[in-house]
């Protein structure tokens, strides 16, 4: 769970730090406190894409850093590994991010350096975050169809059936490409024919080019070679007074002097090593002598092979060392060009990827159709209690005849009961206010079976008042007694219900507008539930009432 976050310098908040506890926790204040920027630093450090606008007017950088205990999830830890990050200390996993304010970001994952990408996907066991827009979503295709196939854990299946799709597709456009380029595929099959021969005829290996140039600048230089041998044996140890000889001669005195001074034997023992390494030199220098030989023929015949590499990489526009690949891709397009020629074969093909496909395909269906009747009816259960009496949510998969990257079917989320009107699109049926109970809803079932600890929701109350209020605190409650619960709320029925309450206000600093948070105790929370439900002047009615509510809850 989510147990401290440090701000400085985000927005309107210059710094501060927050400490959370398991359960249910509610952020209340005034329109425009900044409740939101709190939702918005901690998606930000969690890797959701920034701009300099975050950074605080007149501020070098802004910098949120988010502590988690992570005692529980063994998953993170085996993660971090892989990604050579470190390990959390005491269960404790930090992440911090950095915005400068001409835009650069950096982020740190238990202090070592990461990627935003790296941020989203640990982040993915963290937290989920519910924005106070979650409802317009839903009136997406994408994103009803994303939703369902998440929460029945389809995933897997979906990239499966998109692979499918995308080979069949591929297939198709050979097949057809072949039927209506036939000539011209004729006349690249034979210049590319002419092509491999010319490169196999040439028969240039991977790393021959640079060998071939090695062994020619040998064989051109070969008297020079055999010359500056024969003259070093002779100055090392074949010549009357070498120095094999006059080394042998010094060390023998040395040895005989060191009788009357120790001090010249470790000298001795330094120029018996150089001797041992001269008699390795000149044995090494004999057998190199005796190899190296005048060959012209040879010599001749390298050259002969560097022009016909030359030539045959000027033909081509290629360097001598990328013939070789050039050749790999020539024998590839010629292969394909050969498929490309059997008409029958590329059919057979084609069916072969559609029948993968639809197979696939009519399996993850079957899989869907399911899902979406169980959370039909979950759904359809808590919009009950959220006041949608008699409303029935249902999941509708529309048959697309050619299928999609997607599947075989569109997914269309469905209200029934509303009114009395028969099942319609989501769009067509509901009211806004109507929307927010039904996105409320959704996301209460699928949150319940969701694997992360931290949960929260950006007023998704929106357009909710009185007695449905009640209720949705008491769903938010219900869902922090299995894991931690933050709500940004603007509804007393809802903050009342939370087992912790912050409080968002702007306070002037230097003639700066500033966000601020306090911690309320039960007092400040009294006062605070008060304030919401009677405005700026707090009553003692108001106050009884709001301490009525806090002891319901």
């Known amino acids: 769970m989510l147990q401290r976050l440090t701000i400085r310098d985000f927005v309107i908040v210059d710094r501060l730090e927050l400490e959370f506890a398991q359960g249910f926790g509610a952020f209340t204040g005034e329109t425009g406190a900044g409740k939101s920027i709190l939702v918005d630093a901690l998606a930000f450090v969690l890797g959701e894409r920034a701009d300099s606008g975050l950074v605080r007017a007149g501020a070098a950088r802004a910098e949120v850093t988010a502590a988690f205990d992570v005692a529980a999830l063994p998953g993170v830890g085996e993660w971090l590994a892989e ?14 991010r950095v915005l400068e304010a001409g835009g650069r970001s950096r982020a ?3 202090g070592s350096p990461a990627t935003l990408q790296q941020l989203k996907a640990v982040a993915e066991d963290l937290v ?8 317009q979503s839903l009136l997406r295709g994408d994103a009803q169809r994303a939703l369902l196939d998440g929460q029945a854990g389809l995933r897997d299946d979906v990239r499966a059936v998109g692979e499918a799709w995308r080979a069949w597709q591929e297939a198709r456009m050979l097949f057809d490409e072949a039927e209506r380029n036939g000539a011209q595929l004729a006349e690249e099959r034979e210049r590319l024919a002419w092509e491999v021969q010319e490169l196999e005829s040439l028969g240039l290996a991977g790393d021959e080019w640079e060998s071939l140039n090695l062994e020619h600048k040998r064989l051109a230089h070969a008297a020079s070679l055999i010359d500056g041998a024969r003259y070093s044996l002779n100055v090392l140890t074949d010549a009357e007074g070498a120095c094999e000889e006059q080394l042998d001669g010094a060390l023998t005195r040395l040895d005989d002097l060191s009788s009357f001074d120790p001090g010249l ?10 001797q041992t390494e001269l008699v390795e030199a000149v044995s090494e220098l004999r057998r190199y002598a005796d190899r190296v030989e005048l060959d012209p023929d040879r010599l001749a015949e390298a050259e002969r092979r560097i022009d016909a590499v030359l030539s045959c990489a000027r033909k081509y526009r290629e360097t001598p060392e990328t013939l070789p690949a050039r050749l790999e891709s020539a024998r590839q397009r010629l292969a394909q060009l050969g498929e490309a020629s059997d008409l029958e074969a590329l059919a057979a093909r084609v069916a072969a990827a559609e029948s993968r496909y639809r197979g696939l395909a009519q399996a993850l269906s079957k899989k869907r159709a399911k899902a979406a009747e169980a959370l039909g009816k979950e759904v359809s259960a808590v919009m009950q209690e959220l006041a949608l009496s008699g409303g029935k949510f249902q999941i509708g998969l529309v048959p697309l005849e050619d299928g999609s990257a997607h599947g075989l079917e569109q997914v269309e989320f469905r209200i029934a009961g509303l009114s009395g009107s028969a099942a319609k699109p989501l ?6 206010g109507e929307l927010s109970r039904i996105s409320l809803a959704i996301q209460v079932v699928t949150t319940r079976q969701a694997k992360v600890p931290t949960l929260v929701f950006d007023e998704v109350d929106v357009g909710i008042g009185g007695g449905v209020a009640e209720v949705v605190g008491r769903l938010l409650h219900r869902l922090g007694q299995d894991r931690q619960v933050l709500c ?7 903050a009342a219900r939370a087992d912790h309450q912050w409080q968002v206000a702007k306070s002037q600093k230097g003639g700066e507008v500033l966000s601020r948070v306090l911690s309320l105790d039960a007092p ?19 106050r009884r009432h709001a301490e009525e509510m806090l002891a319901a809850g």
């Open 83 to 96: 990604q050579d990050l470190a390990a959390p200390e005491d269960g404790e996993l930090l992440l911090r």
């Open 108 to 110: 740190y994952i238990n």
């Open 128 to 135: 989920d975050i519910h924005g106070q827009h979650a409802h």
């Open 265 to 274: 034997a470790a000298v001795a023992e330094l120029l018996r090593s150089a």
């Open 427 to 432: 769009a067509k049926v509901a009211s806004g």
């Open 488 to 494: 940004v709320t603007h509804l007393p029925q809802v």
């Open 524 to 542: 400040g929370r009294v006062e605070e539930i008060a304030r919401m439900l009677g405005g700026v002047e707090i009553t003692a009615t108001t």
